[in-house]
């Protein structure tokens, strides 16, 4: 299968190169170096790359700290007490929402838990939560720990969904029939809108559609899918989601989380909720008075004031979005992710290494592939590191590369298949 007609030469990829109307933006990014060479860097799925305008974002945020100081909070149009707004409209585009159904803040681990303090509310019917198994180790210890919180048996609440015997990934009439099967049982269904092991990208809009004819909230995890995949989450009417932007967002390491809440929860003051003050009404806030009353939409499940330096980081990155746009973001991602796919079969196809194990269907995936390393285990890793390639290792035996719109090349891409293609006379 090659539709593109693509080649395993230097001429080609720089052909696509030259052709790549977003090819530029690799030039607004800092690319780190492994033993004095620039990196092939295929890991902004774990780290996006530093645009090179962040110093900028942070330096005029210093500045106004060294100049105003605490005046900083209402003075002129950067105001530090409406910090949250500047990013709404880029990360509304990007999740597919209205800007009233998303905010920045904390980090993702803490906001999944807020956010189910409001959205999993077991009753002694309705208790279920249906996950994915082998979820990332945070979903994980959140589920179990909010579970027990509730008093309740991680064993008897929590449903893992495995894949068939021999299969890697998830059928969607299987995740289907699991949340019919649980029905009235369940309470939420709360999966990743792209798995972090295979790579896969679950039909977020079919799960939400299935938890909602039984009853139940339909809740996502999108630290890999957010600014990486299509996202349309006010349409598809999931109820609530969250996620991180130091991946493909390439805010910095650790920077801050985001959140959305579907506008059908944007006036519901009776949902509980862990609240603060910047979760209060705005107008209000100063006045310091007793009786919380929660800001419209997003906005009024935040607990404290902004990270400013942490949002201004965020909004260098989110400008770059802004000008490259999402759709023509994920038009160049399934183009390169398909040649590195053709090149991975191209080179190793029968060789027995290593098998792709994320979806082939476009649909199904967003920029990375995940490799089931069959022969040669870390070894294989370590061999790709030290020709300059950064991926991941994952444990068992995976190999995760993602290359991403924004700053790969093809010729990224072929120079990896070189280096592939050297390192398969040490394993095959
Ligand atoms: C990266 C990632 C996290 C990280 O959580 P933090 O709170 O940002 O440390 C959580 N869940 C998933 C699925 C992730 O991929």
């Known amino acids: 299968m ?3 007609k693509f080649e395993f030469s230097e001429a080609f990829a720089m052909e696509m190169d030259a052709k790549d109307s977003l090819a530029h933006f690799r030039n607004e990014f800092l690319f780190p170096k492994v033993d004095g060479q620039e990196a092939l860097y295929f890991c902004g799925n774990s780290l996006g790359l530093q645009p090179k305008s962040v110093r900028e974002y942070l330096n005029k945020e210093l500045e106004n700290w060294a100049d105003l100081a605490v005046d900083g909070h209402f003075h002129g149009e950067d105001a530090w007490y409406y910090a949250r707004k500047k990013s709404k409209p880029a990360l509304a585009e990007i999740v597919g929402a209205h800007e009233h159904e998303v905010v920045a803040m904390n980090n993702l681990s803490v906001n999944l838990h807020l956010l189910m303090v409001s959205f999993y509310r077991p009753t002694p019917q309705r208790f279920k939560i249906i996950v994915e198994a082998g979820a990332f180790p945070s979903d994980q210890y959140m589920l179990e720990t909010q579970v027990k919180f509730h008093g309740l048996n991680p064993e008897e609440v929590i449903v893992e969904l495995k894949p068939r015997p021999g299969e890697h990934i ?3 009439e299987d995740i289907l029939a699991e949340i ?3 029905g ?4 939420m269904v709360n999966m990743a809108g792209l798995q972090y092991y295979t790579g896969q990208l679950f039909d977020m809009k079919s799960i939400t559609e299935a938890a909602h004819e039984v009853g139940a909230m339909a809740g996502f995890d999108l630290a890999h899918a957010v600014g990486n995949a299509p996202l349309s989450l006010h349409d598809w009417g999931v109820d609530f989601a969250t996620w991180c932007s130091y991946k493909y967002l390439n805010s910095g390491p650790g920077n801050i989380s985001g959140i959305f809440v579907h ?3 944007a006036e519901r003051p009776d949902l509980p909720r862990f609240a603060g003050w910047w979760g209060h009404d705005e107008g209000q806030r100063f006045l310091m008075e007793k009786g919380f009353i929660p800001m419209y939409g997003a906005d009024g ?6 990270d400013v330096l942490g949002l201004a980081a965020h909004q260098a990155s989110l400008d770059i979005f802004q000008r490259a746009g999402m759709k023509n973001l994920r038009a160049k991602s399934e183009k390169l992710t398909a040649y590195l796919e053709y090149l991975i079969r191209e080179i190793s196809g029968k060789s027995g290494v290593l098998e792709i194990i994320t979806p082939e269907n476009p649909e199904e995936r967003g920029c990375q592939l995940s490799l089931h390393i069959h022969r040669g285990g870390k070894e294989v890793f370590d061999e790709w590191y030290s020709h300059g390639v950064v991926g991941d290792w ?3 035996n995976v190999i995760r590369l993602a290359p991403t719109p924004l700053y790969n090349s093809y010729l990224d891409v072929f120079r990896f298949g070189k280096i592939l293609e050297q390192s398969l006379k040490k394993f095959a």
């Open 170 to 172: 998830l059928r969607t």
């Open 301 to 306: 499940w935040q607990l404290a004031n902004s």
């Open 263 to 265: 506008e059908k929860y």
């Open 184 to 187: 009235d049982c369940l309470a």
């Open 2 to 4: 090659n539709p593109y």
């Open 180 to 182: 019919k099967k649980q």
């Open 394 to 396: 994952r444990n068992p």
